[in-house]
């Protein structure tokens, strides 16, 4: 990005647009500059409420701590976004999956008129969450291509991993000790999980310094 350009944008960062645009309607606050990629204070509400559908949990509840995160979260996607350029949409059944995944959270949205009486309290439709839960599947299928053939797990790690951390949990439990070869492919996935987690974190971690990006001080979120 140009400099010029950069300082631009950072002219308008944070401030408050007051103009009307129809009656009663104000246009969004920027809320975060992601190397020029403004982000809205739609946005971040909306990444609020969505993960508060996620999280079976009113949006209301959330504390200044979870929100500063949830903007941190919608940093991280856009910064990720930029490095693998998701050309593609993910598959419809995928999404539809999904979809029916959240629902089942919710007894009320057995139905059609339930579900959509679940998202009106939440300040969302059918079509977002389609949009959300499909972006978000795209960018991480993109991610894991990416990075998941980086992951080896050996043998020791599986046999480490059972020794010193699930047979001691299945003690302190009380319950029957499982034989290592029954449980091998499980831990193995746990254990590329987990591998998999800490190199999206090293890799965010990298762009966020190698990055342009500003956003309110805690004390300014809620403003």
Not at 44 to 63: M, Q, S, V
Request: hydrophobic share 45%.
């Amino acid at each position: 990005m140009t400099i010029w350009r950069r300082c631009s944008i950072s002219v308008l960062l944070f401030v408050v647009a007051v103009v009307p645009v129809r009656a009663g309607e104000i246009v969004d606050r920027i809320v975060a500059n992601v190397n020029g990629h403004i982000l809205l204070e739609s946005d971040w509400e909306e990444e609020i409420a969505f993960e508060a559908l996620l999280n079976a949990r009113p949006a209301d509840d959330f504390t200044t701590a979870e929100r500063k995160a949830a903007l941190d979260r919608l940093i991280d996607q856009e910064l990720l976004r930029e490095q693998v350029h998701p050309s593609q949409t993910a598959p419809p059944e995928m999404i539809q999956g999904r979809v029916a995944e959240v629902r089942k959270m919710y007894p009320e949205a057995a139905t059609d008129a339930g579900w959509l009486a679940t998202l009106e309290r939440y300040g969302l439709t059918p079509g977002i969450i389609e949009q959300r839960l499909g972006r978000d599947i795209q960018l991480m299928r993109l991610v894991e291509a990416r990075l998941r053939p980086a992951i080896q797990i050996d043998n020791r790690a599986v046999e480490s991993y059972y020794r010193e951390r699930l047979l001691p949990e299945l003690q302190r439990a009380g319950s029957k000790e499982v034989p290592l070869p029954e449980v091998f492919s499980r831990i193995k996935d746990l254990l590329a999980e987990q591998k998999l987690n800490q190199l999206i974190t090293s890799w965010l971690a990298s762009l966020r310094s190698e990055s342009h990006i500003q956003a309110p001080a805690a004390g300014e979120q809620n403003r």
